[in-house]
T-cell receptor, first 111, second 114 residues
Framework: GNSVTQMEGPVTLSEEAFLTINCTYT??????LFWYVQYPGEGLQLLLK?????DKGSNKGFEATYRKETTSFHLEKGSVQVSDSAVYFC??????????FGKGTLLTVNP | SAVISQKPSRDICQRGTSLTIQCQVD?????MFWYRQQPGQSLTLIAT?????????ESGFVIDKFPISRPNLTFSTLTVSNMSPEDSSIYLC???????????FGSGTRLTVV
């Protein structure tokens, strides 16, 4: 079956630091890949997505590139802000249109 | 994109009782999904609810415990039945899943069973 493995947290960074959260997946066929963010006390929001190999999703300074050869979709941001503190979930959608989530990574950004 | 209104946002319930969670969408959608997020954990799909058919449950979830209704293309309910403290979680509904689009989530229902 499909699975998503993402970097264990928590991750603690200082403001303006570089962020990488690793995500790798196992899936049959050609999944679509997503990053979702959950701010404290809120629901999930779609951060970015990529639907085919070599696509780069980007939003709010975050980027992730769909790498089929390494089955990865790592999330990056060049300069994090305190307001980026949240839980980040990597997810894939398989051929059955169901989402499979990673376990989530808690990011805390200190001023 | 579509907007989902989910309620209640939170509730504290006695064990043995049931709680019904509602999701209202501001447009017609074919597929709706219900997820559970246990404390400190990721999201687990409970079931897929399509209008006009029985919900399809994932392994480990059964209709007697989590009955779902989908009376039309804009509304769905999930009931958590005969609750125990182990049911304390955040429950979320979701729509989407088209060929290119992402999924939209409701704001979640934080359930505590005492």
């Amino acid at each position: 079956g499909n699975s998503v493995t993402q970097m264990e947290g928590p991750v603690t960074l200082s403001e303006e630091a570089f962020l990488t959260i690793n995500c790798t997946y196992t899936a049959t066929g050609y999944p679509s890949l997503f990053w979702y963010v959950q701010y404290p006390g809120e629901g999930l929001q779609l951060l970015l997505k990529a639907t085919k190999a070599d696509d780069k999703g980007s939003n709010k300074g975050f980027e992730a590139t769909y790498r089929k050869e390494t089955t990865s979709f790592h999330l990056e941001k060049g300069s994090v802000q305190v307001s980026d503190s949240a839980v980040y979930f990597c997810a894939l959608r398989g051929s059955n249109y169901k989402l499979t989530f990673g376990k989530g990574t808690l990011l805390t950004v200190n001023p | 994109s579509a907007v989902i209104s989910q309620k209640p946002s939170r509730d504290i319930c006695q064990r043995g009782t049931s709680l019904t969670i509602q999701c209202q969408v501001d447009s017609q959608v074919t597929m709706m999904f219900w997820y559970r997020q246990q404390p400190g954990q990721s999201l687990t799909l409970i079931a897929t609810a399509n209008q006009g058919s029985e919900a399809t449950y994932e392994s480990g979830f059964v209709i007697d415990k989590f009955p779902i209704s989908r009376p039309n293309l804009t509304f769905s309910t999930l009931t958590v039945s005969n609750m125990s403290p182990e049911d304390s979680s955040i429950y979320l509904c979701s729509i989407g899943g088209g060929p290119l689009g992402g999924y939209t989530f409701g704001s979640g229902t934080r359930l505590t069973v005492v």
